[in-house]
């Protein structure tokens, strides 16, 4: 089944929804049996089906119509150029056969004309003649004849011998051409011998061969141009020589082209992008000047149109390679990714002129300029990842605002014109800034679809500056877990709060913010490129449509939690640690309350009075760096406070001594663990930073630590007061220590009014006098 039949089946399956009722029952093969015919008529049938449809449905097969023929011009791009190559050697070898058959055509007809003169004087002489008179007057009248086209005959040969040495191709063109009408009339009529007009083919021949050897000498010399080559072409091609015409035209073409090159060559410091444009220009424009002289003489045949896109190929395939040597190849190799853009292009865009005469170049340049691309952006990606590497060797870790006219991200991304701009180091300043110039270097190169390789490198070198973020941490640094002689990067450490919690303002703020906006417009545009034919879709500034995008985003942020873990873990190590090495949260902070001889205090104990402190020294800090970016900053206190209490929740040696020791945990202790989570809880609520995991994890110290008071024999609940008190406590504790407690008459009348009123009153009075 042929293509047009494949097309027919395919639009019938798209109408198939719009037929009646009753052909709802006839089979697949009935309904095939109409486009097997060998006089079906496409025009005939859609005008059939389409009287029966609406507006709607003519629209969606409108649609679906066009869909599938562009389906089909692409896939029929892909199968040419897929075997173009045996293609072209086919056609090529079919005109080199063309011209031997012309060339035995001409050598047959010229030994058959001999034969044929040598045969019909043997007849002459050996057939009888009539009465001895008439035979006579017959031979007078043909010697008269013979001596007139004798005489012609050597007229003939004496002018074309003057036309050709005056090089007066028409006339002689024509000469001969009334000669070949002369040679076919006479054998014709038998009005010449055989020996003249064998002489007259003979002559016709051999001055159509040296009319055509002149011809293309004038082709081939240097300073034929313009009109004089293309009449030279056409007279040739007019002697039936057009295969060597069309070759020799090309030939021409290069060989201007080449001599061209040839003085445009500069010296080795001048190579650069006024050279890519004057190069580029020189040879598109040869090979327009080709295809127009090949177009206008050859008109549209299929041999010689395969012998110019063959040519066409060669000629830039060669400037390809020129441009590499001199141009690309240093330039990719020094990371020069926006002199190679520019390089490609500009060739990209005197190729795309040639298409309209049927020349579709790009895919020669794509394939050749790739790799050169490629290197350069491997080289810039390393370029931006070892000058992020200096940078944070020197780095202090402050951050500030962008210097004037520095390009980081526009207000509105913030939350309007009124939005303060975002502080970064200055590291993380010259991060962005290099990425930036990256994607926009990378735009021009939208045809060779390098999104994906270029997002990956991005990433890669994203992680890259977030690992120097995390080797920037004092935990890190001191780490053992690389050894001498590993890669690790010199990086200077962070030592307070502040500039520990820069390291993940940096990489926040870059992660969400400022690369996604950054590669936006390059994956806009290659969406674009896509579907050219669909309506261009607004963009969301808060959330991209694009997938590609939305994933590498989720990338971007896993290296980003990969440092807020590392930076709860300094936070908690330094808290719950002391400078000694002593930890500040055990099991014998709550173990040795029972049997005391001083009656503890009912009040938070001091590690989880020094977490509140640390993390609303730490809200403040981070309000201050994640301005329009308040989740990250509740995302940090919320996985900070969370690593506290996971350490508790999983300090084997805590719970071995809490449920093992020899020495139980007794009625104090529980009550005190209990208010410390109650504690927890509850700051964290207030602070809009309770997770749910946090409040899980909570509840289940406080019950494991139930069950191992009750693993003693005692009853855990007979000695834990309400839950009321805890909250009670816990919220007078809040206020002491954020400074907003004020303990008058009303304050000592509701702590006396509850179930456990002399404790709490004590222990709140107490505590506000120290």
């Known amino acids: 089944m042929d293509s047009s039949r494949l097309s027919s089946v395919s639009f019938s399956s798209s109408v198939e929804d719009s037929t009646s009722e009753q052909d709802a029952n006839i089979t697949l093969s009935d309904r095939l049996k109409v486009f097997k015919t060998n006089n079906f008529d496409p025009n005939a049938y859609v005008t059939s089906k389409c009287q029966t449809m609406n507006e709607k449905e003519i629209r969606h097969l409108f649609s679906y119509l066009v869909d599938l023929r562009k389906a089909s011009a692409e896939e029929m791009r892909r199968s040419v150029y897929a075997n173009y190559a045996a293609f072209i050697r086919t056609s090529r070898e079919i005109s080199n056969l063309e011209g031997q058959l012309l060339s035995m055509r001409n050598l047959l007809s010229t030994r058959a004309a001999l034969v044929h003169g040598l045969a019909e004087g043997v007849h002459i002489y050996s057939v009888s003649s009539g009465p001895e008179d008439s035979a006579a007057e017959d031979v007078l009248n043909e010697n008269e004849e013979l001596s007139k086209m004798e005489n012609w005959l050597i007229e003939f040969l004496d002018m074309l011998e003057v036309l050709l040495a005056e090089r007066r191709v028409n006339e002689a063109l024509a000469a001969l051409d009334e000669a070949e009408t002369v040679a076919e009339e006479a054998s014709e009529k038998q009005t010449l011998s055989q020996t003249t007009l064998l002489s007259l083919q003979t002559a016709i021949i051999e001055n159509r061969l040296k009319l055509a050897d002149q011809l293309a000498e004038t082709i081939c010399q240097p300073s034929t141009r313009g009109v004089e080559l293309r009449t030279a072409v056409l007279a040739l091609k007019r002697l039936g020589d057009g295969p060597r015409a069309h070759t020799l035209l090309l030939d021409c073409h290069q060989q201007k082209l080449q001599g061209n090159m040839h003085s445009l060559r500069p010296s080795h410091a001048s190579y650069g992008a006024a050279y890519t444009v004057t190069l580029s220009q020189l040879v598109f424009s040869t090979i327009a000047q080709a295809a127009k002289d090949s177009f206008s003489l050859f008109a549209d045949e299929s041999a010689y149109a395969s012998e110019l896109v063959t040519w066409a190929v060669r000629q830039t395939?060669?400037?390809?390679?020129?441009?590499?040597?001199?141009v690309l190849a240093s330039s990719a190799a020094a990371g020069g990714l926006r002199v190679t853009a520019e390089c490609f292009h500009v060739c990209l865009a005197h190729c795309s002129l040639l298409e309209a005469r049927g020349l579709a170049l790009s895919l020669v340049l794509l394939k050749l300029f790739r790799p050169c691309i490629e290197q350069a952006l491997d080289a810039n990606l390393k370029r931006i990842e070892q000058s992020s590497a200096a940078l944070v060797a020197s780095e202090d870790w402050l951050l500030a605002y962008p210097a004037t006219g520095t390009r980081l991200v526009s207000t509105t991304c913030l939350g309007g014109a009124n939005a303060s701009q975002p502080k970064l180091s200055s590291s993380a300043q010259r991060f962005n800034a290099m990425v930036q110039d990256f994607f926009t270097d990378v735009g021009p190169l939208e045809s060779l679809q390098l999104d994906g390789e270029t997002l990956e490198g991005v990433l890669r070198v994203f992680n890259s500056?977030?690992?120097?973020?995390?080797?920037?941490?004092?935990?890190?640094?001191?780490?053992?877990?690389?050894?001498?002689?590993?890669?690790?990067?010199?990086?200077?450490?962070?030592?307070?709060?502040?500039?520990?919690?820069?390291?993940?303002?940096?990489?926040?703020?870059?992660?969400?913010?400022l690369l996604p906006r950054a590669a936006m417009k390059l994956l806009t545009l290659q969406q674009t490129n896509r579907s050219t034919d669909e309506p261009?879709?607004?963009?969301?500034?808060?959330?991209?449509?694009?997938?590609?995008?939305?994933?590498?985003?989720?990338?971007?942020?896993?290296?980003?939690?990969?440092?807020?873990?590392?930076?709860?873990?300094?936070?908690?190590?330094?808290?719950?640690?002391?400078?000694?090495?002593?930890?500040?949260?055990?099991?014998?902070?709550?173990?040795?309350?029972?049997?005391?001889?001083?009656?503890?205090?009912?009040?938070?104990?001091?590690?989880?009075?020094?977490?509140?402190?640390?993390?609303?020294?730490?809200?403040?800090?981070?309000?201050?760096?994640?301005?329009g970016r308040e989740r990250s900053a509740t995302i940090l206190l919320m996985r900070f406070t969370e690593t506290v209490v996971l350490w508790l929740s999983e300090d084997q040696t805590f719970w071995e001594d809490i449920e093992e020791g020899p020495k139980p945990l007794g009625p104090l202790g529980l009550q005190q663990l209990y208010l410390d989570m109650e504690f927890v809880i509850l700051f964290s609520s207030q602070g809009r930073y309770l997770s749910r995991h946090l409040q899980q994890v909570s509840k289940n110290i406080i019950a494991r630590a139930i069950d191992a008071v009750a693993a003693t024999g005692l009853d855990p609940y007979s000695v834990l007061p309400e839950d009321d008190w805890f909250a009670e406590v816990a919220q007078i504790a809040v206020k002491m220590l954020s400074g907003r407690a004020n303990f008058g008459n009303n304050i000592d009348r509701d702590v006396m009014n509850s179930p456990t009123a002399s404790v709490s009153a004590k222990s709140a009075l107490s505590f506000g006098s120290n």
Request: contains cysteine; aromatic residues 6%; proline residues 5%.
């Open 536 to 627: 261009p879709r607004p963009v969301s500034n808060r959330q991209s449509r694009l997938p590609e995008q939305r994933e590498w985003k989720k990338r971007l942020q896993r290296s980003v939690d990969c440092l807020r873990d590392n930076l709860c873990r300094q936070l908690a190590l330094d808290l719950i640690f002391t400078e000694d090495g002593d930890t500040s949260l055990n099991a014998q902070m709550y173990i040795n309350m029972d049997g005391a001889e001083d009656e503890p205090e009912c009040f938070p104990s001091p590690i989880f009075q020094e977490l509140f402190t640390k993390l609303t020294r730490m809200a403040g800090i981070a309000a201050d760096m994640f301005v």
């Open 317 to 326: 395939e060669a400037f390809g390679l020129l441009l590499k040597r001199h």
């Open 465 to 513: 500056y977030v690992n120097s973020l995390i080797n920037a941490l004092p935990i890190t640094m001191d780490s053992e877990e690389n050894p001498e002689g590993s890669d690790k990067k010199i990086v200077k450490m962070a030592e307070s709060e502040a500039q520990q919690i820069a390291l993940l303002a940096n990489a926040s703020l870059l992660a969400d913010e």
